[in-house]
């Protein structure tokens, strides 16, 4: 895998724009992502992970964390679409204080994500398991930068 570029480079190459801070939009992917994690929770407290369903898990988990990241890019004035829209949501990261480490482990969820979605890829048990944690500590993270 690649290292995940500079989000400046995203807006160079007019993926992301800048535009008003879009409040209303952000609001609603703010409180999608709290219901998808508050969910999330519900549901580890009902069922182990299990190899049947880690890719529901780590879907779940990404959808969460690039909800609040797309909220953030909204209240800063950013919008990202297009191909490579996802890369450029989680190169801002960085630009937010996340780790360079932190930066790629979501990078990887991306890129697992999008071979679960389009290649038909089962990721495992442990692998869920690191991105489950990953979230509960990221999310809180985000969700005080987006209040």
Do not use: W
């Amino acid at each position: 895998m690649k290292p995940i570029r500079n989000f400046e480079e995203f807006i160079k190459e007019n993926i992301v724009k800048k535009q008003t801070p879009d409040k209303s939009r952000a609001g609603f992917l703010i409180s999608e992502s709290k219901m998808s994690y508050n969910l999330m929770l519900e549901l580890l407290e009902k069922m182990k992970v299990t190899e049947k369903n880690v890719n529901m898990f780590v879907k779940e988990c990404y959808d969460t964390l690039m909800g609040l990241i797309r909220a953030k890019m909204l209240l800063d004035g950013y919008n990202a679409s297009g191909f490579g829209a996802h890369e450029a949501e989680v190169a801002y990261m960085r630009n937010m204080g996340f780790s360079e480490q932190e930066t790629q482990f979501a990078d990887q969820m991306r890129f697992f994500r999008n071979g679960m979605l389009y290649y038909g890829t089962r990721l495992d048990k442990e692998y869920a398991e690191k991105v489950i944690e990953f979230t509960k500590k990221t999310y809180l993270k985000l969700k005080e930068m987006v209040k």
